[in-house]
């Protein structure tokens, strides 16, 4: 199955500081790539990003796919202690139904 | 607006019982997904309904596992015998049933075998 691979694994920063979270991917059949932030329960939906360039964007959260070099960042500004959760990537398995994830960044933001 | 459903939270059975996790599914949602999340493996998918029929269950582990879903709005996740290493937490979600459709997650049923 294709790998979908995030870094860093863990990140710990100061509130305020702006954060950039990585993630990269194998293409088969690509479709859409998108992010979900998971705290102490079930993941939560961010964004899908399906088009190269086009930046999407949710209050201080922001993320942009890059089709040529099959990677894509999530950047959360001013973070605050709400932020702390893990970030999954996730991309369509090739049936464009089910998803495949990588292993999550865990963010902690401390006060 | 009601999200996924998922009984019950927390589950802690001896090994060789039979555990059920059940799940309901958002309205309107014809796509359900089963996935299993440990610390070493991340989030994997089991298997995954569409319409009420299972059309990839590939991620199934062995025959202990199976999963049903009868009707619309109810699937069931089935161990049997569990074993130690089956403790994980599981988690349903679902999603219209049109290709690259965001899946919406329950809250998971933590399973832990003793």
Known sequence: EDKVVQSPLSLVVHEGDTVTLNCSYEVTNFRSLLWYKQEKKAPTFLFMLTSSGIEKKSGRLSSILDKKELFSILNITATQTGDSAVYLCAKFTNSGYALNFGKGTSLLVTP | ?114
Not at chain 2, 53 to 71: L, T
Not at chain 2, 83 to 102: I, N
């Open chain 2, 1 to 114: 607006d009601a999200g996924v459903i998922q009984s019950p939270r927390h589950e802690v059975t001896e090994m060789g019982q039979e555990v059920t996790l059940r799940c309901k599914p958002i309205s309107g949602h014809n796509s359900l997904f089963w996935y299993r999340q440990t610390m070493m493996r991340g989030l994997e998918l089991l298997i995954y309904f569409n319409n009420n029929v299972p059309i990839d269950d590939s991620g199934m582990p062995e025959d202990r596992f199976s999963a049903k879903m009868p009707n619309a709005s109810f699937s069931t996740l089935k161990i049997q015998p569990s074993e130690p290493r089956d403790s994980a937490v599981y988690f349903c979600a679902s999603s219209l049933m049109e290709k690259s459709q965001p899946q919406h997650f329950g809250d998971g049923t933590r399973l832990s075998i003793l």
